[in-house]
């Protein structure tokens, strides 16, 4: 990973997280953190700084936001503030929205990455999971190939850092994700966090959750969730896209400037200063 200043104790360690929801950390929550949940990009913040006195971080990710609202509103920020590394994923919203022209999102992606790369920091990306939620899904499916194949050939490309999330065996577990069964629970933030540390070769001591086999549903009960989650999350989402509002309107970035994480801690201790940071 890149440091400026030669590396040693006075290296500049900046780290900035850009995306949506999945970056902002969503499924996660947190009565004291900022937008009211944590998530991964918090979690490897804290062990880097753990790790390597001297990190700052910003985390300008807000849910719900397209590839396109990622590029106007957070990669000239992102740029502007000189950081070391870089975490992306960007498009998984617009894999959702009808009539996205999936050539033309990734032809964005693909310059979008370019700009990341020519900071000079080390940029990190993601593939994207194949939820198994509901047959109301399948027909993203495709869209999440295409995706994912030209992610890998992208951070291939640009010589950027590659988690393969789709790979991840450990989140065909249902208890990995929110209620929603589209964002990762606080154990799949864990793990994920876990991953990107271990791509960065950061010492940690984030381990797997242990759980018992998941108990079997009768099919009545099957059915009563299944109602269940199509009520309270898929009529309310697409719901929303049909009005052209989303979740993250009225939301401002979490940590919208760079913050020196503390060592011992983690960002809880930086809670009574965060009006500070969060002013604009």
Known sequence: MREDSGGGKNARRRYVAIGDSFTEGVGDPSKVLPNGVRGWADRVAEKLAKAQPGWEYANLAVRSKRLRHIIDEQLQPAIDMEPTLITLYAGGNDILDFGTDMEALLDDYELLVAR?????????????????????????????????????????????????YWCFDAYKDSRMWSPDRLHMSKAGHKYLAAQVLDHLDIPHKISPKEWEPPTRLTLREWERRQRRWVNDWVVPLFGRKLRGVTLGDSLQPRWPQPVKVPRKGGLKKLMEAYPRYHRR
């Open 116 to 164: 990341l790369r020519e900071t000079g920091a080390t940029v990190v990306l993601f593939t994207g999971f194949d939820v198994k939620v509901s047959a109301v899904l399948e027909p993203f499916k495709k869209r999440n190939t295409l995706y994912n194949e030209r992610v890998r050939g992208i951070a291939s490309k640009y010589g950027a850092l590659l988690v393969d």
